[in-house]
């Protein structure tokens, strides 16, 4: 009899709350939210519940950019903006 007792009790205080704890958990889209039932008992269910749900995260699909187009200079033949008027690497001077 007091066998049985002991393990209504641990199923009570023990697995119940683990339980409890992964099925709200999973619903919220978190996993390993048993170990917090299982740790704490039903505060851990508490700390479950009160957690905010997660949200998958939406980004915007990517467009590719287009290179910036570039002018070669004369002198040491590095890229630079078509606006330069002198180039950043030798200091020519654009006319």
């Known amino acids: 009899m007091l066998g049985l007792l002991v393990i ?3 199923g009570l205080f023990w697995v119940l709350p683990a339980v409890c ?3 709200i958990g999973l619903k919220k889209g978190k996993q390993n939210s048993w170990l917090w039932g299982l740790i704490l008992g039903w ?8 957690s905010p749900t997660r ?3 939406i980004l915007p699909p990517r467009t590719p950019s287009l290179p910036e187009p570039t ?3 004369p002198v040491c033949a590095e890229s630079v ?3 330069a008027t002198v180039c950043r690497w030798c200091g020519h001077q654009f006319t």
């Open 21 to 23: 704890a992964n099925s």
């Open 71 to 73: 002018k070669s200079c």
């Open 55 to 57: 949200q998958p995260l």
């Open 81 to 83: 903006k078509p606006a």
């Open 43 to 50: 505060l851990g269910v508490i700390v479950v519940v009160s």
């Open 8 to 10: 209504v009790l641990i």
